[in-house]
T-cell receptor, first 113, second 114 residues
Framework: AQRVTQPEKLLSVFKGAPVELKCNYS??????LFWYVQYSRQRLQLLLR??SRESIKGFTADLNKGETSFHLKKPFAQEEDSAMYYC???????????????FGQGTILTVHP | DTGVSQDPRHKITKRGQNVTFRCDPI?????LYWYRQTLGQGPEFLTY????????KSRLLSDRFSAERPKGSFSTLEIQRTEQGDSAMYLC????????????FGPGTRLTVL
C-alpha cells in the first residue's frame, strides 16, 4: 500500500526565514515523489519532482530512501510562498499502480511580512 | 488550449439524485485521472484512463460511481443515488504518457449533497 504523511497541517514563518515542510512516505517498491502547490483560488499545480533534481522558486527537496522522507525546503521564505502544499507519491514506471498519485493531507504555509 | 476544464464548477443536489460531471483534458493528453478531495484532506485517487481504456479503479469507487471516456477525449463521472457522504471536490487531471507524465489538474467540480 502507498501512504504519504505530512505531519504539519499548518506552518507559519516570517519572511526571510528558512522553511521546511515535512513529508514521509510508505511504499514497498520504488517511488516517484512530488510536491504540488495550490495558491489561493488557483488549481493544483506541480512544484517539483524528485527525479528532476531542480530548484523551483527557490524550493528544493531531496529523496531520502533510508528515512523514507521527501522534505521541501527553502532557505528564505517569501510572502508569495503562502499556499497549500501537498506531497505526493507515484509508483515508478513499470511498477504496479503506476499512474495514480497518492497525496498527503497537505500543509498550509503562511509567510508573514 | 487553456488547460484541463471541468463542468460544472459547482453542483448542489438532493440526496438520491444522480449527477454527472464532465472533464475535458488538454487536447494531446492520452491519460485522464479522477480524484476526490474532502475538506481537510488531500486528493484521493478514484480512477484513470489511458485513451478510452479504464486501467485502474480505486476501492473508493463504489457501484454507484461510473466513469467513461468513450472516444479517448473527454470523460464523464456519474454518481447515482447520491449520498451526503459524496459531498466533495471532484478533480480531473490529464497527462501525456512517456513525457514524464506530469499530471495537470482542472479547477474541480464542487458537489454538495443536501
Amino acid at each position: 500500500a502507498q501512504r504519504v504523511t505530512q505531519p504539519e497541517k499548518l506552518l507559519s514563518v516570517f519572511k526571510g526565514a528558512p522553511v521546511e515542510l515535512k513529508c514521509n512516505y510508505s511504499y514497498s517498491g520504488s517511488p516517484e515523489l512530488f510536491w504540488y502547490v495550490q495558491y489561493s483560488r488557483q488549481r493544483l499545480q506541480l512544484l517539483l519532482r524528485h527525479i528532476s533534481r531542480e530548484s523551483i522558486k527557490g524550493f528544493t527537496a531531496d529523496l531520502n530512501k533510508g528515512e523514507t522522507s521527501f522534505h521541501l525546503k527553502k532557505p528564505f521564505a517569501q510572502e508569495e510562498d503562502s499556499a497549500m502544499y501537498y506531497c505526493a507519491l507515484r509508483a515508478a514506471a513499470g511498477g504496479t499502480s503506476y499512474g495514480k498519485l497518492t497525496f498527503g493531507q497537505g500543509t498550509i504555509l503562511t509567510v508573514h511580512p | 488550449d487553456t488547460g484541463v476544464s471541468q463542468d460544472p464548477r459547482h453542483k448542489i443536489t438532493k440526496r438520491g439524485q444522480n449527477v454527472t460531471f464532465r472533464c475535458d483534458p488538454i487536447s494531446e493528453h492520452n491519460r485522464l485521472y479522477w480524484y476526490r478531495q474532502t475538506l481537510g484532506q488531500g486528493p484521493e485517487f478514484l480512477t484513470y484512463f489511458q485513451n478510452e481504456a479504464q486501467l485502474e479503479k480505486s476501492r473508493l469507487l463504489s457501484d454507484r460511481f461510473s466513469a467513461e471516456r468513450p472516444k479517448g477525449s473527454f470523460s464523464t463521472l456519474e454518481i447515482q443515488r447520491t449520498e451526503q457522504g459524496d459531498s466533495a471536490m471532484y478533480l480531473c487531471a490529464s497527462s501525456l504518457a512517456g513525457t514524464g507524465d506530469e499530471q495537470f489538474f482542472g479547477p474541480g467540480t464542487r458537489l454538495t449533497v443536501l
